[in-house]
């Protein structure tokens, strides 16, 4: 396995690995001069729907004589990928794990501010489900 994605150009979509190149929205790779060229000599433009984008852990499945580029893809983008490929449920999963991220930051922050308005540890506690021995450990 390589830690890089790959675009694969492969004309039978169907049983292509990865996602449309479309599917996950703008990447920085396609900006660098190397990607450029390659999509120029393969005769393509990124909208393609022979064009696909393929994980670092499903490259085992591109085919041999597919034409390939290694891209290095951000954080974000390597997650927005991996969330396309995912089966269904997995990602309804991953949208709900996503969403409690997204609840947690600023966590600390939020419960400083409402210990510092004067609402109760145990209130606080309460209201969040979070342990009241994490609350107090906050006021600290």
């Given amino acids: 396995m390589t830690d890089d994605a790959y675009l694969v150009l492969q004309s039978d979509s169907a049983t292509a690995p990865g ?45 041999e004589d597919a034409e390939r580029l290694p891209v290095p893809l951000g954080e974000e983008e390597l997650s927005r990928l991996r969330h396309r490929t995912a089966p269904p449920d997995v990602a309804r999963l991953e949208e709900e794990l996503l969403g409690y991220r997204s609840c947690t930051d600023g966590r600390d922050v939020l419960l400083a501010r409402a210990l510092a308005a004067g609402v109760p540890a145990h209130r606080v506690a309460e209201l969040t489900g979070e342990d009241l021995a994490t609350v107090e450990a906050v006021a600290r």
């Fill in 19 to 63: 996602v449309p190149l479309a599917a996950v929205g703008d990447l920085a790779c396609l900006e660098s001069p190397a990607v450029r060229a390659w999509l120029d000599a393969q005769g393509v433009t990124e909208t393609s729907a022979d064009l696909r984008l393929v994980p670092p852990e499903e490259t085992a499945g591109i085919p």
